[in-house]
């Protein structure tokens, strides 16, 4: 009997040892290596350093009046917007998109809607610098980010002529992340989804950015986007 | 000797802002395009149109062409606020805005 049980001690012993994956000592018998860590497709990435706009921002660089007042939805500007050079400032508001806290998230957000709704013809020529900060915004995960990001490319589709074209070349950039958070959708049963009011459900408004691109993008756009997005069903065709 | 001002000249020049001192005020109860004028105005720091006109000169005013809302003001203070083509004054501030009401109006 005494044999059987020190037997029975040694294998316990076995099997408790641990070994760190691929290593040569994870091929042995009787040793554990634990599960593999989470990927973390979908987990949060902060900002690691500040942004440009930050930085611009606290130079006073930017010509907007900064108030701090309890009217709040607006922008006092120092300069028309028709005479701002949107080669230097638009890519600076939009690289401000990554930013969640306030008065930063604000001013870049307020200031991109101005110059996308004022902006016109100017928008266009300047796409190709904007696809960086929009691809840096999309990429912390940051629902908050995610959501103000999806809603300003609904609005830059649609601000001047060709912009929704002039986006197709740049679906690779700016799609893997909605690919990612597609079928994020709150599900509430047969409760209330608060967030769908006020436009916070990511699964809803990447189905409408989508739609908007493809509306907006020409004859190439949904060819474009069911390659990046394969789960994507046309709102036009069909 | 050019720049000299003759005085029925400079009379005409200063009344236009003491004539637009309005004789009445309202608060609306719905919102119209008339309120949603008269609240892009007051946030902009002005009364209404003729306040502004008398400020900034006549026609300064400037619009979307698609609706007729009001797209850009100069402020007081000379910063720029502009408006979006869709509407802005929400529900919650028909309340609080006003339309001014003025004696030749009255007089009609």
Redesign the interface.
Known sequence: MPTSSAAMQMRDTQKSLKAVPFSAKSIMNNVETGSPPRAGAFKERPLMKPTAFRKFYERGDFPI?LEHDT?GN????????EKLDFHHYLPLFFDGLCETTHPYEFFARQGVH?ML??GGSKILPVIPQLIIPIKNALNTRNHQVVCTTLKVLQHLVVSGEMVGEALVPYYRQILPILNIFKNKNLNSGDGIDYSQQKRENVGDLIQETLEAFERHGGDDAFINIKYMVPTYESCLLN | MAASTSAPELQQAVRPAQSYKPTGIQRPKQWSSEVEDAYRFQLAGYRDEREYAACKGPDSVERWPENGFVKKLQRKDGNFYYYNQRRECADKDVGGTKIYSYAEQEGK
């Open positions: 009046a009217k607006k922008i006092a500007w120092k300069i028309e917007i101005d709704e004022h």
